[in-house]
């Protein structure tokens, strides 16, 4: 048989013939697909969706809040070492305007806020 030699000689093995010969373990027959949604998503996995979601929401609230008070104690302190400071300090933009200025560079530049 020629065209069999030459089917497993250019692909190699035999699945290929089976295939086009009609043998059953060898075709390219799709199988039916399950499409149906309720097969996939049981009442069990969509609690436990549900549930990392809800605890994912809950740790996101407490990082805001948690990274809100860092942040406002950081800003504190920072005014809190700026205003006490013995030297001069003073806060400029790109183009070199004054932004704030402590009392010390107040004193210093003779510059009134």
Known sequence: MESETNV???HGNSHYRNALYGNERGSFVSKKLDTEVG???TPAFFSVVIAIFIMTMFLMIF???YMDERT???HTLQQAIFHSSTEA???TNEEGNILSINE???EFF???K
């Open 89 to 91: 300090i003073f806060i």
């Open 104 to 106: 010390k560079g107040e």
């Open 110 to 112: 003779h510059i009134k």
């Open 8 to 10: 497993r000689g250019f």
């Open 72 to 74: 406002k104690h950081q």
């Open 63 to 65: 990082l805001t809040i």
């Open 39 to 41: 097969s996939y998503i």
